[in-house]
């Protein structure tokens, strides 16, 4: 069973700093995009940031300048190295890729989820 496991959630104060990790486990050939998500309270789900495999990044505009997105091939990891958080950040951040359990069967999978609240 494939799963995606996050961690580094947490509270902080505005100007704060915090860093997610999440790490693919269980049977699988490759990871291709990662990403993160995050969900504000009454919120839609919105795209953050994505790395390819190639280390291709893209960021959604609100968060450019600010987050880094990062992976660890070997470790089937991605992270999201977040800076000068404000409450606008505040909501349950999601990790998302698109993962190949062997040579003809893959679709997206999603991590549990990781609160983080940025204190004004």
């Known amino acids: 069973q494939v799963r995606l496991v996050e961690s580094g959630g947490g509270l902080v104060q505005a100007g704060g700093s915090l860093r997610l990790s999440c790490a693919a486990t269980g049977s699988i050939f490759s990871v291709n995009d990662m990403a993160w998500y995050r969900q504000g309270s009454g919120k839609q789900r919105e795209w953050v940031a994505r790395?390819?495999?190639?280390?291709?990044?893209s960021y959604a505009d609100a968060v450019k300048g600010r987050f880094t997105i990062s992976r660890d091939n070997a470790k089937r990891s991605v992270y999201l190295q977040m800076n000068s958080l404000k409450p606008d950040d505040t909501g349950v951040y999601y990790c998302n890729a698109h993962i190949w359990r062997n040579s003809f069967e893959h679709r997206d999978h999603w991590g549990q989820g990781t609160q983080v609240t940025v204190s004004s």
């Open positions: 790395i390819d495999t190639s280390g291709t990044i």
